[in-house]
């Protein structure tokens, strides 16, 4: 079992940045696949960013390229989220989440029905 816990959510302005931490317990000594989502009201599960722990493979939607940055830090079992220059568009509940690296390691429409392991999840509001 991987128990997942998010932080780092909070409200920024138009263009401010945030980094989202995911710290990791239990079962932190297999490779997995980590993935990051989102889920805005009234809409479905995206994903946003994911990585694999045992290479550092990593995979952007293109909704985020060249804005956020996924990372992890092996020795503290945390995955990270860096985003930079938020729009109102970001806003969201972000989830961090787990699979066993079995097949591609990425966050396609439709990858979060893949990942087994979920956290609570961290709001992050941007306002204009």
């Known amino acids: 079992q991987l128990q997942l816990v998010e932080s780092g959510g909070g409200s920024v302005q138009t263009g401010g940045s945030l980094r989202l931490s995911c710290a990791a317990s239990?079962?932190?000594?297999?490779?997995?696949?980590m993935g990051w989502f989102r889920q805005a009201p009234g809409k479905g599960r995206e994903g946003v960013a994911s990585i694999y722990t045992g290479g550092g493979s990593t995979y952007y939607a293109d909704s985020v390229k060249g804005r956020f940055t996924i990372s992890q830090d092996n020795a503290k079992n945390t995955l990270y989220l860096q985003m930079n220059n938020l729009n109102p568009e970001d806003t969201a509940m972000y989830y961090c989440a787990a699979k066993a690296p079995i097949g591609r390691c990425s966050v396609e429409p439709g990858a979060f029905l893949n990942f087994g392991y979920w956290g609570q999840g961290t709001q992050v509001t941007v306002s204009s």
């Open positions: 239990g079962n932190t000594g297999r490779r997995y696949c």
